[in-house]
Each structure stands twice: as structure tokens, then as C-alpha cells.
């Protein structure tokens, strides 16, 4: 099911539906149907209800910066100073304490993701300190994965060390763009040299895998200045490349009303930059991962993908197979097999309620039978393109035999956005630029209008 160089710059037809605005599918259902009926009572039952000896995942969530990048639509609050951050640590202190008493002796820890916000914003004794508390508080897989995401302005030469003494395993870089004009018009201005610099200083701490994050879709982005970057961005021979489209949302995160709309690419521009990025990505020997990430064909998430083992959540792409993802700090996701439990987004009331020993959620959705056979289906075709019948009707029963309905009528649309090989439905190669409209045409709760959403390119 992997696509080519080839089959990516051999679509020159205009893809009508290129305009749509549909979730980014990291999750199903999505955050906006979330709701208050799930509560730290309901999340207790779950982590309580863990099998024995379970293998879990941990996401840590740092809610700030020390600027505000205007292309960002993560829960960050901009700060230059470190006072907000210190009183916020022993919160997260208090919380992993809290969570880890609960869940200890239950299961084991596979993977940490450190994101925010930015982690790297931190002190190097608190991160050595936050890595002390986990492991304190969890019993840790001695394989066990770290990985954070890195702003290459914060990076010196404590912080690296301090993040090496944690345990880091993975560097997941944001570059966005490496053009002075795009820099200045997302507040995001980062040299080459030191992004260089901080990929050269990780791997020299032994760390074997670096991923960069890469945009399209930015003001001012031509195809040449994409190409620009992407050739930039090469010659750093990252392990892992993803190349996001920028999501403008400022109904969502008002600071992206800083972007003038006039400067952006539209959506035929958007496509054939993401097409010419890409192109360009796998010329170089990467496998394409899913819709927007590549790989080294020997880094472990190309195996994965290579095997059909891929999986995606809130950090997009991954090769983590844990079912449970036990998110902490302000407004983090947790995933269990009952359904997802967000805290508390407001930083000061995280740290209030967590401070009294309690959980931090705030909302959730517990899953239907039907919830998990539309979200399957969902996962199946953002990491493959496609998706098994006989499959679907073995694990869902007559939850996934009525899904086929709505399957049956896209094969049979005019449009062929998915087509009936065998028993798999699948998304043509010229059609994965548009897999997002196609998985939400299985997606039940757009239908109730809940929420605005980006571009689908």
C-alpha cells in the first residue's frame, strides 16, 4: 500500500474535494464531542480495570513557551520568565504521584513522548527530575522509548546533557520552514546552522533517532522555497521526516489572526507543494509512512508500517502498539480502552485540583461498539489507505456489517474516492492526498456540526 515518487508527482488531475475541511483523525471520536459525563470517577474505573502486566504509553504535556509561534494551534501560554514554569512542576510532580500509585504494579511503561508547549523550555535539573519522578512513581520496560520534542532555539549544552541523562531516545525537531520570509511571518525565526547544530548534538549523546517537522501551507511558501527547505532538511539525514499541512484555525487559537490569510497559499497551491515536498522525500530513499511521515526504510517505524502495524494518536504516527496512552499535564489525552479522558486545560485550575491529590479530567467520551468499529476503520485507512471486510464484520460483527453499507455506496460513487479490490476497500494512490475526506465520510458525529476544522490538503 506504500506510495512512490512516481504515483506522488504523476497526479496532475485537480482534485475537486481539495477544499474540504475535515478533522486531522488522531483520534476518533474527535476532541470536540468530548464531554463532562466522563470524570476522574470514570477515569479511576479505568486505569483501575488495566490488565496485569499491561505494556502502556506515557504522554507528558508541557504548557509552555518561552514565544508564541503564530502557526501554532497546540495549549501553550507564552512566558519570559521561569516563575509560571516552577510553580507549575510540582503540580506535574503531584499528578504523576497521584496516577502512578493508582496504575504501579498494574502494567509497565513502553514509551514517554515529552511535547507541549515545549519541553525544552525546562531547567536542566527539573528535567532531570521529571525523569527521576517516573521512574520513581512507574514500573519502566528496561527498552522502554523516550522521545521529545524539541525547540532548537532553547537547546544548550545543559539541557542536552540533562535530556540524555533522562533517557531520551528520539529527537523530534520542529523546523516548519527554513526560509527568513516564511520565519518572519510565523514568529518562528531558526537558523539552519542551529538546527544543525542541536541534530548534531543529539546524535553525539547517542541518540539514534531525529525526526523533523516540516510545513507546507505557510505565508509565503512558493513551491521553490518548500523545495528549498525539503533539500535543507535532507541534508541533515533525519531518521524520520513529517510534513504537516499548516492549519489555520483562528476561530480556535486567536494569535493566528497575526497571519494575514492574503499571504497564504490556496488550497491547489497547498496540494502541489505537498506533492512536490514529498516527491522530493522519497527520491531520497524514504518509505512514506501514512499520509504525511517517512521513514528510513530500516528506521522501525517503516518496519512497522511495512508489517501493517502502524497505529496513529495524538502525535500522529507510530509504531507504539500499546492500547493505553495515559496523558498528564494541562489539557493532555488520555486513550484507554473504554475511551479518552482530557484534563483540565487551564494551567492554574490543573494545578489546584491535581495539588489536592485528585485526577485532573475534565472531559471525555466513553466508546460505543459502534464508536470502535467507525474509528478502526478510520485508523485502518489513515495508515494504510485501506481496510479489510472480512476483517471488519470478524472484529466488529453486526456493528462493522452495517459500516459496509457506507462503504459499498463510496466504491460505487462517481467520484471513486474508494474503490472494492478483493474484500479490502481501498484509497487510490491518486486519491490519498484526500484520505481525510474519505475517512470522514465514516465519521458519525459531523454529522451533529460539533466544531470547525482545517483544510483536508
Not at 29 to 58: K, Q, Y
Not at 319 to 336: M, N, R, V, W, Y
Request: include cysteine.
Amino acid at each position: 500500500m506504500q506510495a512512490t515518487a512516481a504515483t506522488i508527482q504523476a497526479r496532475s488531475t485537480p482534485l475537486a474535494n481539495i477544499a474540504e475541511t475535515v478533522p486531522r483523525y488522531t483520534s476518533y471520536p474527535t476532541a470536540p464531542h468530548f464531554h463532562s459525563g466522563i470524570d476522574a470517577i470514570s477515569v479511576r474505573g479505568w486505569m483501575e480495570a488495566l490488565e496485569s502486566n499491561e505494556e502502556i504509553s506515557l504522554y507528558l504535556h508541557i504548557p509552555f513557551c518561552d514565544r508564541l509561534c503564530w502557526f501554532c494551534a497546540c495549549h501553550t501560554k507564552q512566558t519570559r520568565h521561569y516563575a509560571p514554569v516552577a510553580t507549575f512542576l510540582p503540580a506535574l510532580h503531584q499528578e504523576i504521584h497521584t496516577v502512578g500509585a493508582i496504575v504501579r504494579g498494574r502494567c509497565r511503561v513502553r514509551a514517554v513522548h515529552l511535547g507541549g508547549g515545549s519541553p525544552t523550555m525546562l531547567k536542566p535539573d527539573d528535567i532531570v527530575a521529571l525523569g527521576r519522578a517516573l521512574r520513581d512513581r512507574f514500573d519502566f520496560l528496561d527498552d522502554a522509548s523516550l522521545s521529545v520534542e524539541i525547540d532548537p532555539n532553547d537547546m544548550d549544552e545543559g539541557r542536552l546533557d540533562a535530556f540524555a541523562r533522562m533517557g531520551m531516545t528520539r529527537a523530534s525537531l520542529g523546523v516548519q520552514d527554513f526560509d527568513p520570509k516564511v520565519q518572519k511571518a510565523i514568529n518562528r525565526e531558526q537558523s539552519f546552522e542551529v538546527t544543525k547544530g542541536v541534530v548534531d548534538a543529539v546524535r553525539a549523546r547517542g541518540v539514534k533517532s531525529v525526526n523533523l517537522d516540516l510545513l507546507y501551507g505557510l505565508p509565503h511558501q512558493t513551491l521553490d522555497s518548500v523545495a528549498a527547505t525539503v533539500n535543507q532538511a535532507l541534508s541533515l539525514r533525519p531518521d524520520r521526516i513529517a510534513l504537516f499541512g499548516y492549519a489555520h484555525v483562528p476561530w480556535f487559537k486567536k494569535h493566528q489572526t497575526m497571519i494575514d490569510e492574503a499571504w497564504l497559499p490556496n488550497s491547489d497551491e497547498r496540494l502541489a507543494q505537498s506533492q512536490r515536498a514529498a516527491g522530493m522525500i522519497l527520491d531520497c530513499g524514504y518509505q512514506a509512512v501514512g499520509l504525511d511521515h517517512f521513514a528510513r526504510p530500516d528506521d522501525t517505524l517503516a518496519i512497522s508500517a511495512r508489517a501493517g502495524k502502524i497505529r496513529r494518536n495524538f502525535q500522529g504516527y507510530t509504531e507504539d502498539a500499546c492500547d493505553t496512552l495515559i496523558g498528564l499535564g494541562p489539557s493532555a489525552i488520555s486513550k484507554f480502552r473504554q475511551g479518552y479522558a482530557q484534563n483540565i486545560v487551564a494551567t492554574g485550575e490543573y494545578e489546584k485540583v491535581v495539588g489536592s491529590g485528585q485526577l485532573a479530567t475534565a472531559r471525555g467520551i466513553a466508546f460505543s461498539l459502534d464508536d470502535l468499529a467507525r474509528s478502526w476503520i478510520i485508523e485502518r485507512l489513515m495508515c494504510e489507505f485501506a481496510f479489510s471486510a472480512l476483517d471488519l464484520v470478524e472484529r466488529f460483527g453486526d456493528a462493522g456489517q452495517k459500516l459496509l453499507l457506507t462503504a459499498s455506496r463510496m466504491a460505487n460513487a462517481s467520484d471513486a474516492l474508494l474503490v472494492l479490490e478483493g474484500d479490502h476497500f481501498i484509497v487510490p494512490v491518486d486519491g490519498r492526498p484526500l484520505v481525510r475526506v474519505v475517512a470522514s465520510k465514516f465519521d458519525k458525529y459531523l454529522e451533529n456540526g460539533a466544531g470547525k476544522h482545517s483544510l483536508a490538503v
